[in-house]
């Protein structure tokens, strides 16, 4: 199969979005707007954008229209109030050991997110001159040629191309690992950090030079010859303001990344991991196949198990992993820092932090290894964790309001649903039945909770009447994270559009 070496499909991190403040062991709150006030719950402005935009909606408020918005934000905060009514009729549902797990796990993500905003992002300088050739570069896109090449064969290669004689034809053929030459493009994409577009968008190159070897993570190094390129000008105001936003973010990021890499080394600094072979091999003999059954899944397991659809994908072999692992339990499988983590606890620490693979396409050959790496990168983010913990970026209200948020989503679909059975009927997957169900149904039982609490309900109008959004399809995720999803999905619970309950914040 070939191997691509551009990848154009985009994953957001949403922290990376955010401009936060914070104060060493002393969290500074970061100033939000409240759009919405129900109860004891609030939604932000940048929530319901969020919400609105990081997921699919449904036909019936996919649009920028007064009347969708209307609808959004009738169902955001008709969830707030069935989280409410289930909290408090049915309280045990939060306490599920699974569930609490799972949000601990996001709300540690978030604040491993947080941390790297704060120690590094907000401490980046950027030099003016390297934005402005960056600037100049990034309206190029690249006719490339390339090859890969073994890191074993890096140094021979460089001598190669440094006595300016062999041709990229000759070296292609003394070097490369395939007997396929790649050709494709290369263009400025401000959401990647992939090292050959950080080397032609910082580094001026000519026609026909030679440009490599470039470390490639997973996939040795690859050298490239620049064929051309054509040039797209920015030559409008709007087009050279988003053009200058963009390289600053880029740039940004790459300076950011680095800066973390001191941080997290210093962090891990002496503490080593050891494994116990023969249980390692056990472990990952059980985890493969459900690895490879998981990746035929889109989205995220836990969530479709929780949310009642496709409960069945991987629940087998996931009981079989759990059978056979309670052999194991009890048993050493590494040691860290003076720290023995027995099977049993690395069973836990899986339910707040999923296993994340470095490569994303793994052949049963590689399985062992890339597992290894996984778990290596699961204690360097248990370790990050304490420090975030030691920071006090688990009382960041933005931080909080992640946990909230999925937490609230949880218990809102499980209260619709146990209302449903109460009335002997479930929720369709078919669109056209699903919303009759819930225009007969669930518009009714919305309709008397907003009744309910209605003087606990206040809605900043202003705020709400500034707020522009795309009528574009988009399901945000998230690169090298535990749980990639960015937001709950959209909370099918009512069509109407009237605001006819609360009062103005």
Known sequence: MKRKLIIAFAFVGVFSLLLLLLFYRKPVQLEEVILAKVADRDISVAEFIRRAEYTIRPRYCKGNYNVHKKIILNSLIAEKLLAIETEKNDPDVIENERILNYLKGRKEQAMRQYMYYDVAVKKVKLDSSLVRRTFRLAGRRYRIKYFFVDDSAVGSLKKDIATGKASFDSLFQKYSTSKAMYKDSLFFYPFTQDPVAKYFYTTSVKKGEIVGPIKIDGSGSVVIMVEGWRERLAITDTDRLKRQEDVQKWLTDIKAAQIYEGFVKDIMKGKSVHFNSEVFRRVGKLLMPVYFRMKRVEGELFLNATFGKNVEIGDTLLLHFKDKIADLRNEIFFNVDGKEW??????????????????????????????????VDMIRDYYLTKEAYRRGYDRVNVVKRVEDMWRDAILAEYGIRKYLRGKGIGLPEKYEERYKIIETYINPYVDSLQKKYDSEISVNLDEFEKIKLTRIDMFVLQFNVPFPVVVPPFPEVTTDYRLDYGRKM
């Open 342 to 375: 027995t099977v049993g606890d690395f069973e836990k620490e899986l339910q707040r932090h999923p296993l994340v693979f470095r490569k994303k396409s793994i052949s049963p050959q590689e399985f062992p290894e890339q597992f290894k790496l996984a778990v």
